[in-house]
T-cell receptor
Framework: GQQLNQSPQSMFIQEGEDVSMNCTSSSIFNTWLWYKQDPGEGPVLLIALYKAGELTSNGRLTAQFGITRKDSFLNISASIPSDVGIYFCAGTYKYIFGTGTRLKVLA | NAGVTQTPKFRILKIGQSMTLQCTQD?????MYWYRQDPGMGLKLIYYSVGAGITDKGEVPNGYNVSRSTTEDFPLRLELAAPSQTSVYFC???????????FGPGTRLTVT
């Protein structure tokens, strides 16, 4: 079946550092979505990407829809402690979620 | 506007018992979804619905049933609970395919 692989699985960074994570698929997607999940909560949408090559920002977050349509990248600039959580990518074919990247920010 | 609400928040079931997880949305969304999230893992789609009266299986439908009699409600039924169904269950809704999904707060289920 469809799979979305996210890397890294987890990362510890210092406050103020930039963060990069990516998501790859074995199949093509028409839409990529990036979500953040805080402990004990449901995921909340951060960025939606609708076109191959698209680069979209939301504050300190920037995401890109890969040209091959099989991958996407999320960058967080100047991380702060509240960025801690699990970041998921999702593809809208069969509404599949990636395995998640667990981010911990050290103050 | 409450968004997506789920009840109960927590539940402990014995093996073989049954229960229904409730999900309601007040955004008039056509699409609704049920996911399960096992500890340290991502979300896996159980069932989804594209409108009242229409449901379809997701990645992990075995052991579950759903119905969609109204636009607002999308209950998930567990008939014979098994320890493998211990998980956190999230309901979500969206305007349509490819649109943002709004998630409920989750139901934490333990089967012992």
């Amino acid at each position: 079946g469809q799979q979305l692989n996210q890397s890294p699985q987890s990362m510890f960074i210092q406050e103020g550092e930039d963060v990069s994570m990516n998501c790859t698929s074995s199949s093509i997607f028409n839409t990529w979505l990036w979500y953040k999940q805080d402990p004990g909560e449901g995921p909340v949408l951060l960025i939606a990407l609708y076109k191959a090559g698209e680069l979209t920002s939301n504050g300190r977050l920037t995401a890109q829809f890969g040209i091959t349509r099989k991958d996407s990248f999320l960058n967080i600039s100047a991380s702060i402690p509240s960025d801690v959580g699990i970041y998921f990518c999702a593809g809208t074919y069969k509404y599949i979620f990636g395995t998640g990247t667990r981010l911990k920010v050290l103050a | 506007n409450a968004g997506v609400t789920q009840t109960p928040k927590f539940r402990i079931l014995k093996i073989g018992q049954s229960m229904t997880l409730q999900c309601t949305q007040d955004m008039n969304h056509n699409y609704m979804y049920w996911y399960r999230q096992d500890p340290g893992m991502g979300l896996k789609l159980i069932y989804y619905s594209v409108g009242a009266g229409i449901t379809d299986k997701g990645e992990v439908p075995n052991g579950y049933n759903v119905s969609r009699s109204t636009t607002e409600d999308f209950p998930l039924r567990l008939e014979l609970a098994a320890p493998s169904q211990t998980s956190v269950y999230f309901c979500a809704s969206s305007y349509g395919s490819g649109y943002e999904q709004y998630f409920g707060p989750g139901t934490r289920l333990t089967v012992t």
